[in-house]
């Protein structure tokens, strides 16, 4: 059976920074930019143009320093909003040549290409078009390594930069990668090269050549890796990076339809938690809140709502749930199914300005990570019933944790919406919610890609 070799691109964006700066302020391109501070401030520089570079302005130097070798660059300060946006707009033209996509850092990511041959040409077809795209939408430049293991086309696009198409392939072990530098490998940093230089081993070549035992002797288990580097050997497979959701939602239906305003208000309150949390963990705040009702005769309603800001914490999922609850007047009628769905995600949301409501996300995420260490029981979101918001709250079996069948732990205390952290005993169940969902609600998460 005809096996085809792995080809992975590995993506580097270029200057990448400094580049988004320049592609959103034309006046800027073929300047020497430096992001990382104002002229005179006491930062360093997190990276410069590659004009910069050409005046040996490096990352990580002090802004002192860079001001000194270039005092004709602009200096900027970081906009971490604009370059996590920029990331996720290539991340998304990067799916939309393989699903098989490995985020690796801010700037970089890892794509395979084998099976997407027959569709779209050789790897460096797909390359060169990626190149086009990447300019084309965000106006910025990238150098792309191809490579059958994800260490030589790291290498590979390293060696191309900037703005290039870099190509090596096993034959290449044995041929041009053998008058590198060994500190061109990845993996060998300037302690271990000085190491290596002391043995006398200044190439990629030398690395190869000499005998194991005296690598060994010099250091010890780490010969090994240090050869696997030298003839480009990695074992490391690409680790998809699922795509983010485009919805998460969770619904329940309950083991007896119900009537009560109230037990559908508690329930409600708990769905739209577990959504927030959820939209959080991925590092997303939604715009939008729909809400779901299945009525006993399973005629289904929902209604949603747009926000022009992000809904950054569940009090403000639930507030905005229950009011669109209210919208449905659902009266007397019974429920069989409730559901809450949050979408329309801004990423990054939680990067915020005075305006935001900080405390309330930092008391989300304090949230999260009591739930992380404690289960998911430890800490609800209260009813906010009669119309107070949902607030926190904790504890062991309070009052009226029952409601209505509402007994798995989905449903939220009503104690009146007071806001209460307080985490139950770690690792112990909070009373009253024994059993599971046993017998109570069949909660379902739901998440749409
Ligand atoms: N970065 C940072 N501080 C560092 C290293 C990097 O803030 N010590 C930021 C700024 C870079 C981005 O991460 O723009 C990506 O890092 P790279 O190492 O890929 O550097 P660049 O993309 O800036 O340049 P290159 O063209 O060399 O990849
Ligand atoms: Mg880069």
């Known amino acids: 059976m005809f096996v085809p070799t792995r080809a992975l691109l590995h993506v580097d964006m270029d200057a990448f920074f400094a580049a988004v700066e320049?592609?959103?302020r034309p006046e800027l391109r073929g300047l020497p930019v430096v992001v990382?501070?104002?002229?005179?401030?006491?930062?360093?520089?997190s990276t410069c143009s590659y004009e910069a570079r050409a005046f040996g302005v490096r990352t990580a130097m002090p802004i002192g320093q860079a001001e000194r070798l270039c005092p004709q660059a602009v200096f900027l300060p970081v906009d971490m909003g604009a370059y996590v946006a920029a990331h996720h707009r290539l991340v998304e033209l990067f799916r939309s040549v393989t699903d098989l996509v490995e985020v690796v850092s801010i700037d970089e990511?890892?794509?395979?290409?084998?099976?997407?041959r027959l569709l779209f040409g050789?790897?460096?077809?797909?390359?060169r078009r990626l190149q086009e795209q990447v300019h084309d939408a965000?106006?910025?430049?990238?150098?792309i390594g191809i490579g059958p293991n994800v260490l030589l086309a790291k290498l590979a696009a390293e060696l191309a930069k900037p703005g290039g198409i870099g190509e090596l392939a096993e034959a290449d072990v044995r041929g041009r990668l053998r008058d590198l530098p060994v500190g061109e490998l990845h993996g060998v940093g300037p302690v271990t090269q000085e190491r290596l230089a002391a043995l006398g081993l200044t190439t990629v070549g030398m690395l190869q050549d000499i005998p194991f035992a005296v690598l060994a002797a010099a250091f010890g288990r780490g010969a090994h890796g240090l050869r696997q580097l030298a003839f480009g050997r990695s074992v490391a497979t690409l680790r998809r990076t699922p795509a983010a959701p485009k919805s998460i939602g969770h619904e329940t239906t309950f083991a007896e339809d119900v009537n009560d305003a109230e037990t559908l208000r508690r329930t409600l309150v708990a769905l739209a938690d577990r959504a927030a949390a959820d939209a959080r963990r991925h590092g997303l705040a939604p715009h939008t809140v729909t809400v779901k009702v299945r009525f006993s005769t399973f005629h289904t309603v929902t209604r949603r709502r747009t926000f022009g800001r992000p809904l950054a914490t569940a009090p403000a999922v639930a507030a905005a749930a229950l009011g669109l609850l209210d919208e449905l007047a659902v009266g007397a009628r019974w429920v069989r199914l409730l559901g809450v769905v949050v979408s329309s995600f801004r990423h990054g949301a939680f990067q915020l300005t005075l305006d935001d409501g900080w405390r309330e996300v930092a008391l989300a995420e304090a949230v999260d990570r009591v739930h992380r260490r404690y289960g998911s029981r430890a800490l609800r979101l209260a009813g906010g019933l009669g119309g107070s918001a949902p607030?926190?709250?904790?504890?062991?079996?309070?009052?009226?944790d029952r409601g209505g069948g509402a007994s798995d732990g989905l449903s939220a205390v009503a104690s009146g919406g007071a806001s209460v952290i307080a985490p139950a005993v770690a690792g112990r169940p909070v009373a009253g919610f024994g059993g599971g969902s046993a017998g109570g609600l069949a909660g379902s998460p739901v998440a749409r890609a």
């Open 22 to 24: 320049q592609a959103r």
């Open 36 to 45: 990382g501070g104002e002229r005179g401030g006491r930062g360093v520089v």
């Open 109 to 116: 990511a890892r794509l395979d290409v084998t099976g997407c």
């Open 122 to 127: 050789p790897p460096r077809a797909i390359a």
């Open 138 to 143: 965000c106006g910025l430049g990238c150098s």
């Open 391 to 400: 607030g926190l709250s904790g504890g062991a079996g309070q009052a009226g």
